[in-house]
């Protein structure tokens, strides 16, 4: 008796790890980008005006850099959000800020604290894909434009 209450303890303990998906592929470039001072970018990452504010894909990157910034306590990042062009460039600085914003509180309720995590967004002010004007850009330029960085931080 004693011992299927010690396994089923056990096996309480182990789902919620199994549960947790890690990106291995993620894991391996926030290595080399820490080693190597360059960013990295999470492009599709899809976030919703209302919770669950990430869809699986971006929710299971997000565990996999908490994963990663828990295991190298003296890490810190910073987020950097950005948009594409359309929508006027106001709305487009709002809402990057509003979705970097997001990001960071859900890093920080997963335990990182505030001094290891901080974010911006800048909207429009920084393309990977210049095109002028607006119109001449592609689906795919506006997708490459839309961007999460994580920079790491000395």
């Not at 291995?24 to 976030?47: A, G, K, Y």
């Not at 290891?116 to 997708?143: L, W, Y």
Request: glycine share 4%; proline share 4%; charged share 25%.
């Amino acid at each position: 008796m004693r011992i299927s209450i010690f396994l089923l303890l056990l096996w309480a303990s182990v789902i919620p790890i199994f549960a947790q998906k890690i990106d291995s592929l993620l894991l391996l470039e926030l290595n080399e980008s820490m080693s190597n001072h360059t960013p990295i970018v999470l492009h599709d990452f899809v976030i919703y005006s209302a919770p669950p504010y990430f869809d699986q894909k971006g929710e299971d990157q997000l565990r996999t850099i908490v994963s990663f910034l828990q295991g190298n306590n003296k890490i810190r990042i910073h987020i950097q959000r950005h948009s594409d062009c359309r929508g006027t460039e106001n709305y487009n600085l709002k809402l990057s800020q509003w979705e970097a914003g997001k990001i960071q509180d859900w890093l920080r309720q997963r335990g990182l604290s505030e001094d290891r995590v901080n974010a911006s967004g800048f909207g429009e002010i920084a393309p990977k894909i210049s095109c002028t004007p607006c119109s001449r850009c592609t689906d795919e330029d506006h997708q490459r434009n839309r961007r999460v960085e994580i920079v790491f931080v000395r």
